[in-house]
């Protein structure tokens, strides 16, 4: 077959993957089905694609997953609400009282707080490692752990851990091995094909990458699992709406071209960074001296949007500088195409003060957008006097 699915591109399965235009009116885009409920020809008697209530499936849905299958080369993909519900639905489907799991040091704090807060009480544990020590991880591993949860790059210090080599390490304990993929998106990583069994995202960020919708994602080659985390949803209920699935899959066709120019945008602003008297230390995965960078240009295709950097002059001048761009943005999330930027320690990881997952105060993170980089550079040379 010539257009076999596997053997594409990744921008043509961008585009083409679940995505056939409509049978009976020739839509060349896949519509919003509204709907909540579908016709049946007789009791029990479901049309094509066998509908029949939205909470359980829907077809602007089911293409949107057949698209994020396809871009992670998976077998399964599952569509969420948002990303934390995504995890959620892992953590629940995967782990029972007693059961352990192990953790990043800098994990994304919406998950830490839900496995610290909800999942402790329902008797599972955990054990924070640095997930760049594959050693560290191994000694957090006891004979109850039934997963290793792992992001790189890592929220907001760009830490890296080996895919590979945590995989290996997780399956010789009988674990299995998460992996979320929203810093770096399947365009410049695909975990599946390092050995994790289970890739998870939040399509609120790249993915959508307009900054207006919130959704999650979980994709997996196991079988048995996506039925797990199938019946779980139908369950639960944490689906995203039509409309929302729509637009994910409207932001995700143009993934591929937008992650080239981030990555493009993020290189230039780093050069930048380096070379100015008020910038500290830049973390980026792309840089020769960053202690991760020769196990991310293993795995990596490019290095992604995501910058951050310390002020020499401490957390105050730090905050004046997140108050005084105009272009980039101040606020929270990533994965836009508008560039932000933000303060962790009293933002996105003030929850995390005092905990193992503190952050510099004078740090600062950027999400770097896809304008002309020229306007950016100048923007935050200014703002950083
Ligand atoms: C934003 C984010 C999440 C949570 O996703 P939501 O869509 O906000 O629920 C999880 N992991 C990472 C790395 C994120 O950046």
């Not at 089911?62 to 994020?68: M, R, S, V, Y």
């Not at 790249?206 to 900054?211: D, E, I, P, T, V």
């Not at 079988?223 to 729509?246: C, H, K, T, Y």
């Not at 996105?348 to 020229?374: C, K, W």
Request: proline share 4%; with cysteine; glycine share 10%.
């Amino acid at each position: 077959m010539v257009h076999d699915p596997a053997r594409l591109g990744f921008e043509t399965r961008a585009i083409h993957a679940g995505q056939k235009p409509d049978p009976r009116t020739g839509a060349v885009i896949v519509p919003i089905y509204q709907t909540s409920t579908y016709a049946q020809d007789g009791v029990g008697a479901t049309r094509e694609g066998d509908y029949e209530y939205s909470r359980t499936a829907n077809p602007t849905r089911t293409a949107l997953e057949e698209a994020l299958a396809a871009l992670e080369s998976g077998k399964h993909a599952l569509a969420y609400a948002s990303g934390m519900a995504a995890s959620d639905a892992v953590l629940r489907a995967t782990l029972r009282p007693g059961d352990h799991l192990v953790l990043g040091n800098d994990v994304y704090g919406g998950t830490f707080r839900l496995i610290d807060k909800v999942l402790t009480s329902w008797g599972i544990s955990y054990d924070v490692a640095h997930l760049s020590d594959v050693d560290d991880v191994r000694s957090a591993i006891r004979p109850e752990t039934k997963l290793v949860w792992c992001e790189t790059p890592t929220n907001p210090l760009l830490g890296i851990a080996d895919i590979a080599a945590l995989a290996e390490t997780a399956h010789v304990a009988g674990a299995k091995l998460v992996v979320d993929n929203t810093f770096a998106t399947p365009y410049l990583q695909n975990p599946l094909a390092l050995g994790a069994d289970v890739v998870l995202h939040s399509t609120t960020k790249y993915l959508g990458g307009h900054s207006d919708v919130v959704g999650g994602a979980v994709v997996t080659d196991d079988d048995e699992l996506r039925e797990q985390l199938f019946f779980l949803r139908n369950a639960s209920g944490a689906v995203p709406g039509a409309f929302d699935a729509w637009l994910t899959l409207r932001g995700l066709k143009t993934l591929g071209v937008r992650m080239e120019r981030h990555c493009d945008n993020a290189e230039r602003i780093v050069e930048m960074l380096v070379d100015h008297p008020k910038v500290g230390t830049v973390y980026y995965p792309g840089l020769s001296g960053h202690p991760g960078h020769e196990v991310a240009a293993k795995q990596m295709r490019r290095f992604g949007g995501m910058v951050s950097f310390t002020h020499v002059d401490g957390e105050q001048a730090a905050l004046d500088a997140a108050a005084g761009t105009e272009l980039f943005i101040l606020a929270e999330s990533l994965g836009g195409i508008e560039s932000l930027i933000e303060h962790p320690g009293r933002m996105t990881h003030a929850s995390v003060a005092g905990s193992l997952l503190q952050v510099p105060a004078e740090l600062l993170r950027l999400s770097v957008g896809i304008e002309d980089v020229r306007d950016l550079i100048a923007d935050l040379s200014a703002a950083l006097g």
